[in-house]
């Protein structure tokens, strides 16, 4: 039976009566707390008893300053990362009577999180007053909103706008905001050290951006450094301050040592401050985290304040780059090139052997490079029995979910803990239980791609470009003794496949090609015992350097462990040994016959195919001449190769049209593989040619142009390797060599445009953009879209990746210079990915080429 005084009573319960909920109110107001540099937005819920209670808050100050109840802080946690951001800008800048060159601003963003010791006491030493800008918030965001190019580059960059435009508005005499490509040398055993895309280039995106820097009201100085070389800063910044006239080359390579003393000074502080915290775990048996991400995720606007929240849940905190030097790491699945990533690996391996410490990474929305950090982070915490947990952030700020996630890695590290000291117990007679971890493992030996099974095996290689594919490059491989096989021009199975096995925030041409080499496997239509899988490696900045790791690691989740892979670059990238892998100079020479042949039957077949006066009859002299030109291959003869070239486009430029060079011309220019690939761009040279259109698809060879040409811009630019120079200009004279004759029977034809040199092309771009961008397509992309307008192209499909982060600079970031630059330029950039939808891209395309008829048909009628 129910007691009824129980119900009645709110005594017994505490609850509110009905009356009493029915009458209920209560009171908003809303503040900031200002007691720390997050200035939280709060929320105050003010109860009718006078009470209160606040959200909003990141940490207990916020509601102790509003309801004046005082939190027990006796036991108080350490926090580095407040401590690291305090110490990093509270460097004095000089007087304005002391600063005779005047103000010159810094923004807060980015690699200044990293490098700004380093030139605040490079400029101070020069003559200027340093003026950092105001710490992030969101109206400093919102200030510069409007000149943000790509709405999907993480909001770091998106960031910089904002403290651009408050300087701007300060009007400072100048701003400094160097491109720093390479940061100092910190693991002698890691391959490379870049920074990543975004930072290495957003000065840059400023520049073309910010209407006062573009125009040239306020001087912007944005050098491209080398760190690892200090003599290459001296010539970078000596070049920068050329206009004036006091600051001789002996001042700044004076200033220059003094900056990195005061970096490296406040490094050590960092590591001595980790060090007394470290000492004091062992001593208290406490836990800390270490809070790691890069340089600029220090920036509490950014971060959202989550290092007071892990204090809040008893851990005391630190940085990776306090705890990295303790560690050199090498013998990692991927390919070690970005420093800040280096430290996320060794802070890794140090907190997976120190029972006092805990890992939290933080990760950026639209950082596809976290693809490749964060499985590699995991595997080392999970080879030492160690919890790893990922934060992704962005604009929003509702930390309620990321407090569940780092409340849920308290009670796990409690329990695991727990169990360990159970486990020790029960082994307190015996020798105490090993724990294997990764150091200890002997690393499996991954297969090889031996001299015997070249004679045996199949090459599997993802397509690229139909047309330079079609039977041309298989033939050169075959004289070489290679069977490569290549896998079809459209098949969008293998993006399904290729989501099952390679990280969801890798790029779109990851997706694909791996899907694609994992598709052929499973299929059962080869031996596996006698087949290896192939692919392209870059070397440079771009993540597409770690493909090769990324399908090894798919290789072995798909349950294909034993397939050899095959890696095809231009140097050692140290991730895979292909003794039966070797380039003679008949195979490359083969190569190159079946790109150049590759990229004329793209200039010619594309250029006259849409006005075909007989259906059919362009592709079937395509494939008359593609015969041809298989035959040319197997001889290896570049004479047989310029009597066919120049019969070819004399063919083309016989072949009956209508209305010849009345549609619009439509240039397609982007990322290597969405550019070229069908499957990746859903076949965009059809749907243009669909929509009433001409593709003009510029050459292959370009992009190996383009990659030797940078090689010859670090010797001159960065003090980089001379013999990498000197091959890169022999590379680029052998290639112009076998281009003349053809690039002379284009110019005499009736139809086509000649071949641009790459030295012109660079030229051309560097009137908009730095020659210095050399991530993914680089400055390449930029000065592609300059050659097609030049060539009265004006409408222009841009294609990237969702997310492609040299891209955000030199794709979507130089659009508006470009459409300001030349008169009726109609450029389109679209997002490809997995998710994308294919109506929304077709939508964008019809509107490109709406407006693109408009243009042709004004133009014919003048």
Known sequence: MVNENLINSKMDSGLMGLEELENFSSEKEFTRCGLCENNCALTVTIFPDGSKFVTGNRCERGAEKVTKIKFDRSNAKENLVDYKYKKLFKYKALSKRDAIHGVIGIPR???????????????TELGFRVQISPKSDKKLFEKGIETIPSDTVCYPAKMVHGHIQALIDKKVDAIFYPSVIYEQIENSKAPNHYNCPIVQSYPEVIEKNVDPIRDGEIKYFHPFINLADEESVVKSLVKAFADYQDISSEDIR????????????????LQDKADELLTSLAIKDEKAIVLSGRPYHLDPEINHGIANIITQEGFHVLTEDMVSSLEEVNGLRVVNQWVYHSRLYAAAKVVAKNPNLELVQLNSFGCGLDAVTTDQVEEIMRGHNKLYTVLKIDEGSNMGAIRIRLRSLKAAVEERDNKLKKANLDHIFNQAPQFKTQDEEIAPQEPVFTKEMKKTHTLLMPMLSPIHQNGLIEEAFKQAGYNVVILPAMDRQAVDVGLKFVHNDACYPAIITIGQLVEALQSGDYDLDNTSVMMTQTGGGCRATNYIPLLRKALKDAGFPQIPVVSISMGNQGTEETPGWNLTLPFVKRLLISV??????????????????????????????????????????????????????????????????????????GEILVKYAPTANNDIVAIIENEGGEAVVPDLIGFMNYSLFNNIWKADELNMSQKAKRFAKLGIDAINLLEKPMNKALEKSERFEGIESIYDIAEGASKIISIGNHTGE????????????????????CLQPFGCLPNHIVG????????????????????????????????????????????QKAQLSQ
């Open 109 to 123: 963003v980015l690699n200044m999180y990293e490098n700004y010791p380093l030139w605040h006491t490079i400029l």
């Open 254 to 269: 004076s200033a220059v040592a003094n900056g990195f003393h005061a970096l490296a000074d406040f490094k050590k502080d």
């Open 596 to 669: 150049l042949y590759g990229d004329l039957f793209e200039r010619v077949l594309y250029r006259v195919r849409p006005y075909e006066a007989v259906p059919g009859s362009a592709n079937a002299l395509y494939e008359k001449w593609l015969s041809s030109a298989k035959k040319n291959i197997k001889s290896g003869s570049y004479f047989e190769f310029n009597r066919n070239m120049k019969r070819i486009i004399k063919d083309f430029d016989n072949l009956a049209t209508v209305d010849f060079g009345q549609k619009p011309r439509v240039g397609v220019v």
């Open 778 to 797: 680089g400055w390449f992309l930029t000065g592609e879209m300059i050659e097609l307008l030049n060539n009265d192209v004006k409408n222009i499909v």
């Open 812 to 855: 979507k970031g130089m659009v508006k210079e470009l459409r300001r630059q030349y008169k009726g330029a109609n450029i389109a950039p679209i997002d490809y990915d997995p998710g994308s939808s294919e109506v929304n891209q077709l939508n964008r395309i019809r509107l490109m080429m709406t407006t693109a008829k408009k243009m």
